[in-house]
């Protein structure tokens, strides 16, 4: 069967180009983007894939068929001259683009932009089963599910990505979103909803009233570090075009006492932050909501100093907590996150530590390889692993995870290695974006040879125009 692939991304790149009154020659010498051409000619990578198939046997089930579990049935199909892979998976949109979600609450894209059906992108050598899992069972190599009973298998790879707790905070739950001044771009109808929220809180601000806007960052892991952020400087960058920016104050409450884990990008946002006039206030993690009286509650935690100890020779710290009470006329939450219940309560889940809290998959981060059941592996949102809840991280993570998975399949040592590699897109404004990559050295990890701290209207045309067909017609079919 011929594969379409690049043909499609061709297509899906000139329109989008088209749609913004852009020529693919401009876009292409502004980007300079290897990841871009690499798509354009795919021919080597094809060619890599074929001489690599196994013979290796096994039955293969996914759970979860979103950006990582779908990639990785094409990669496995790619790479097993006869495959047996079963893809569990509820949502038959569930290839989605999620990072245009950040876009569609700034009216830049349209919910239909990042719709897609995951019957389109699974690839037909694979069996689907549109269910969810309920219990897993390792011990016994099957999980059972809502409709369907047990599924068993030889080998198991878990891709359930994560769950959006919002009734973890006091008063909020998910069906709120969209009410009340209370916005959230984690999932598609809160994304569509934050952007009306949007324009009635700019629109308040443009008649002259004096609003506050309110974002959060919650004490948990979450995917995409950035987007809080982001929809901060798109919310601010509204409020100018507006001419309304004065009547604004906009305020960013993360749980953590930095802006980035990478020093660089933390001091690079510091400045973005003071040059708009947006504030923030460290260690402030948002417990409760009061929608009609419009008040954030949070719990904010810090330490004061306290008796020198002798033995030390240190002061002693003393936590401290208050209560602070904040009033908004936009609230944007970013929920607290965890595994899905089925994987956080299954003897897959981490036993200790703070990746336990979570319910994360227990694997050792460089393989993906679980550490107590050599069988299963995971990869994406899911995964127990430092950083990486993005789609950028399911890039690099699914060689890794399906070549390891392959070498278990042929009785061999995974040896393949994850070195941590995460990007993150912070769109500062509409127009641009610094391109933040960086691995568990937390240190800037370039791909191009620029200042990955400087804000550039090209990473702009990789994240508006190029990314979103990369991920359709490249990684999602396991091609880049
Ligand atoms: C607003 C927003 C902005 C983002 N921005 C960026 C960005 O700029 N750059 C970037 O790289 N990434 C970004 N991301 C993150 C990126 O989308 C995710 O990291 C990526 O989708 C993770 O893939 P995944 O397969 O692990 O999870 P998902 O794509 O969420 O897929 C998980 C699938 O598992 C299924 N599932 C769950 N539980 C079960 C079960 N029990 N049984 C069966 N199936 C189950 C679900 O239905 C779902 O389809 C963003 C995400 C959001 C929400």
């Not at 771009?185 to 994304?191: E, Q």
């Not at 089925?342 to 003897?347: F, G, L, M, R, T």
């Not at 889940?349 to 993906?368: D, H, P, Y």
């Not at 993150?424 to 933040?436: F, Q, R």
Request: glycine content about 8%.
């Amino acid at each position: 069967m011929q594969d379409r692939s690049i043909e499609n991304f061709n297509e899906a790149f000139e329109a989008e180009l088209k749609r913004h009154g852009l020529t693919r020659r401009d876009a292409i010498k502004l980007a300079g983007l290897s990841s871009a051409a690499f798509m354009l000619n795919p021919t080597k990578s094809a060619a890599a894939t074929q001489a690599k198939a196994s013979s290796a046997k096994g039955k293969v089930v996914i759970v979860g068929g979103g950006a990582a579990g779908c990639t990785m049935a094409n990669y496995l199909v790619k790479h097993l001259d006869d495959p047996d892979v079963t893809v569990i998976e509820p949502d038959p949109k569930s290839v989605s683009y999620q990072p245009g979600q950040t876009l569609i609450a700034s009216g830049i894209y349209e919910l239909d932009d990042i719709l897609a059906d995951t019957k389109d992108y699974l690839p037909s050598e694979a069996k689907w089963i549109q269910d969810y899992v309920v219990e897993f069972d390792p011990d016994n190599n099957k999980v059972i599910t809502s409709k369907n009973g047990e599924v068993s298998y030889d080998f198991l790879v878990v891709a359930t990505g994560l769950k959006l707790n919002y009734d973890h905070i006091k008063g909020l739950s998910q069906d709120m979103i969209g009410k009340d001044g209370i916005a959230s771009i984690y999932f598609k109808d809160g994304a569509v909803k934050t952007w009306q929220l949007m324009q009635e809180f700019v629109q308040k601000a443009k008649s002259g009233q004096k609003v506050d806007g309110v974002f959060t960052h919650p004490n948990t892991p979450i995917k995409c570090g950035g987007a809080p952020k982001k929809i901060m400087y798109l919310t601010h960058d509204r409020l100018v075009e507006a001419g309304a920016r004065e009547n604004a104050t906009l305020t960013f409450y993360p749980n953590g006492g930095s802006m980035f884990g990478v020093p660089e990008y933390h001091e690079a946002i510091l400045n973005q932050y003071k040059a708009r006039n947006m504030k923030w206030n460290y260690h402030h993690n948002l417990v409760a909501v009061d929608p009609k009286a419009k008040i954030a509650t949070f719990d904010h935690h810090y330490l004061v100093q306290g008796e020198w100890d002798e033995d030390l020779e240190e002061y002693e710290m003393i936590p401290k907590n208050e209560l602070v009470e904040v009033p908004y006329d936009f609230l944007h939450v970013t929920p607290p996150m965890t595994a899905p219940d089925a994987v956080a309560k299954s003897p897959l889940a981490w036993q200790r530590g703070s990746a336990a809290k979570g319910g994360w998959v227990e694997v050792k981060k460089e393989t993906l390889q679980h550490t107590r059941y050599p069988n299963v592996f995971a990869l994406g949102d899911v995964a127990g692993i430092p950083m990486g809840k993005t789609g950028g991280s399911v890039r690099k993570q699914y060689p890794v995870c399906g070549a390891n998975l392959v070498s278990v399949m042929e009785g061999k040592e995974p040896t393949a290695q994850y070195g941590g590699y995460t990007v993150c897109p912070l769109i500062t404004s509409i127009g641009t974006v610094m391109l933040a990559e960086f691995d568990w050295s937390a240190k800037p990890t370039p791909s191009f040879p620029l200042d990955p701290t400087k804000e550039r209207w090209i990473w702009w045309i990789l994240k508006v125009y190029m990314l979103k067909p990369m991920y359709f017609h490249g990684m999602l079919k396991a091609r880049g």
